[in-house]
């Protein structure tokens, strides 16, 4: 299979998944503004929204394809399913219980989560309903976090990355359709995540099937858990659920640092860190999920040359994307935050402290990007605690970081520390790989760095030329101007890096590689 292929199509499809994200949360604050019934459907995701980055998206599906595509390799076809029917069931069963519990539990949720409703009964009333309604959206997630384990190892990576779109469309539906038939309206959206979730399910059953690998979900609960390949999963989970834990916390401290600092750095720093998603999810994620499976089957095979091959090419792309958008992301703060959020009450002010945020964000790009391929080259060994334990101390050093950048640089300050964490985290991840002779690098890269360096400076000069040549905060009144000046500049400095590079002597051929199946 062509890995690049697959990784570009991933990133395509999760390039609309992120569009429709864009056009849901516009949505929702065009149709239900910024209130209290606003802030209480907010809550009320956010506890199922926390669990699912935390066990669906996280941990689950870090320990448990390199576990699934292990057993593949080496057992057989009927071992292998009755594994996924075990790992099914106990998971299952789990998650109704879990589920069942936040419907009971969801006043003492709420009240935990957002103690401040409760000044305004109706709010907080309304957070307790669709919190009822929406936490069994967990059990929907885990489950097509599963599926998409799964097909991602059988290399059905499409409809995986494709499924999160239908998450949006149902919310932007229901929002559109439905509100009317709600008392309060803003239920409509809350109805719109239960919808999603269960579409989301329901398009990956008939690409199981064809696979022969559509999960039974069994009675026998006890038996489930008594298997080893269940409980090899479940100590796999436990390193992994308190990597994904490091990050929230992260998170959550430099939320409260931003909270103690000028009014509306919390939002500066939210809105900086959904534009840099992008090129995140777009890159990062889409070679992840292509490398993860295809490691995992070599490391089954003991290939080692084909484990550091793909390692080798994974990096490659890295320095070969994430270094221009590094560069272009720092350049372009002003003119794509201004695009992005610079209306209604967005005011300039805004825009300058956000695009100082996406600049210092824009730092550890290179980074960010180089752990969802390093990490892997741990995870699909089953090596879980080592990037556990590097999350752990990088945690630690960008706090430490924030105490010498947050005075100076206020909350961009925060911004850099994550974006220094992150090129330690990958700086670590790359050593442990490299001292254990996991990752052996393939001749060449000296020269290929080069010719990207010189790619992107000829692409700097360019956007140091023409950026500043336009007021991107007056052309608010001009908006199809500045989106097409924006989308022009954004072209142009792209074609300049292509044209640099194709001198230099690369090929496209030379960035291919198919898998060893």
Known sequence: MNLLRAAATISGLTLLS????????????SLFGASAL??????????????????????????????????????????????????????????????????????????????GLARDPAAFDAAVVMTRWMFPYILFISMVALASGILNTWKRFALPAFAPVLLNLSV???????????????????????????????????????????????????????DPSTRRLLGQMAPALLAVSVAQISLLINTHVA?????????????????????????????????????????AAGDTDEYSGLLDWGLRLVVLLALPCMVGLSMMAEPLTALLYHYGRFDARSVAMTSLAVVGYSVGLLGLIAIKVLAPGFY??????????????????????????????GHAGLALSISIGALVNAGLLFGGLWRRGIYRPLPGWGRYVLQVIAATAAMAAMLAVTVGRFDWIALQAQPLLRIALTLGVIAAAGGVFVAVLVMSGIRPRQLLRRSAD
């Open 18 to 29: 992120r569009i429709t994200g864009l056009v849901r949360e516009n949505l929702t604050a």
């Open 172 to 226: 932007i539906g229901c929002a559109l359709l439905l509100s009317r038939f709600f008392d309060p309206p803003v239920y409509a959206l809350a109805a719109g995540v239960v919808i999603g979730g269960i579409a989301q399910v329901a398009i990956q059953i008939p690409a199981l099937h064809r696979i022969g690998m559509l999960p039974r979900i069994g009675l026998n609960v006890i038996r489930a858990f008594r």
């Open 380 to 409: 699909a060994r089953q090596d879980v605690r080592t990037p556990v334990k590097i999350g752990l101390f990088v945690l630690a050093a960008t706090q430490g970081m924030n105490l010498l950048f947050v005075p100076l640089f």
């Open 259 to 299: 909270s103690r600092l000028a009014a509306g750095s919390v939002s500066w720093i939210t809105y900086a860190d959904r534009l840099m998603e992008f090129p995140t999810a777009l890159l990062g994620v889409a070679l992840g999920t292509v490398l993860l499976p295809s490691l995992s089957r070599a490391d």
């Open 38 to 115: 606003t802030d209480a459907f907010f809550v009320a995701f956010r506890l199922p929204n926390l669990l699912r980055r935390m066990f669906a998206e996280g941990a689950f599906s870090q320990a448990f394809v390199p576990m699934l595509a292990h057993a593949r390799a080496q057992d057989s076809p009927e071992a292998t399913r009755a594994m996924v029917d075990r790992v099914a069931t106990a998971l299952f069963w789990v998650l109704v219980l879990v589920s069942l519990a936040g419907v009971l539990g969801a006043p003492g949720l709420v009240w935990i989560t957002a103690s």
